[in-house]
């Protein structure tokens, strides 16, 4: 009876002793796991367990990276750089897609001015990163900022001339050229005529100064109805 009991109780350690392994290897598990569900484009499944592994204080660089871009897969923008951040201040190796991708969140948010900060931040750590280039450029697209757009643009294209997106790439670039190129003309026109007018008036301005001189020779007084001070309120009214 004895040795069927310790059979017994042997059998129910073997099996606890079973059930718990897959548990203590879950634990630092848990990243590949999340990735692989990452992977399988499952980005709800692998948060679940990323989250769980970036909280072991060895967890590394990739685990806080691909967390943050599962968050960007699920639209949590917020979480997402929140994210990055926390992995940015112990990285190394994968830093410029640390700000990368705190650029791109913030990107997607429409907040263009964090974007174009944690871009400019990217390439001061990685100068020759060309996805910087391009998105910085997309960027200063939405804030009107059409030289430097086609400056980083240009820029993308040296980098990567194959890329799939060259041939659109530089055919927005010959359009910005040509819209750059209309404005400048458009800005020469205007200031030619603020040019004419200030000549214009100047000239209007010396003949009434003259008539008055010469009136002055003549005359001792000047009736308010002539037409010499007539000119001259016309000429304050283009002044005012």
Excluded: C
Excluded at 71 to 92: E, K, N, V
Excluded at 177 to 185: E, F, M, P, T, V
Excluded at 199 to 221: I, K, M, P
């Amino acid at each position: 009876m004895e040795r069927s009991t310790r059979l017994l109780l042997s059998a129910f350690v073997a099996s606890l002793v079973a059930l718990m392994a897959p548990l203590a290897l879950s634990a630092s598990d848990f990243s590949d796991r999340g990735i692989k569900l990452f992977m399988e484009n499952k980005p709800q499944e692998a948060v679940a367990l990323l989250e769980l592994a970036v909280r072991e204080p060895s967890a590394d660089e990739l685990t806080h990276l691909y967390l943050g871009i599962a968050y960007q897969q699920l639209g949590r923008w917020d979480d997402a750089i929140a994210a990055f951040r926390r992995g940015l201040t112990g990285s190394i190796q994968y830093r410029h897609l640390f700000l990368f991708n705190i650029a791109n969140s913030f990107f997607a948010q429409g907040r263009n001015s964090f974007a174009l900060e944690s871009y400019d931040q990217t390439l001061a750590v990685r100068m020759d990163y060309s996805p910087a280039y391009l998105n910085r450029a997309n960027a200063r697209m939405k804030v009107a900022d059409y030289t430097g757009a086609v400056a980083d643009y240009t820029v993308y294209l040296t980098l990567d001339p194959g890329s799939s997106q060259a041939p659109t790439i530089r055919k927005l670039v010959e359009l910005l050229g040509q819209k750059a190129a209309a404005a400048d003309q458009l800005k020469a026109i205007e200031e030619a005529r603020k040019l004419a007018e200030e000549a214009a008036r100047q000239a209007l301005l010396d003949a009434v100064a003259q008539s008055l001189l010469e009136t002055a020779g003549s005359t001792t007084s000047l009736s308010a109805g002539s037409g010499d001070l007539q000119g001259y309120d016309e000429v304050l009214s283009l002044d005012d």
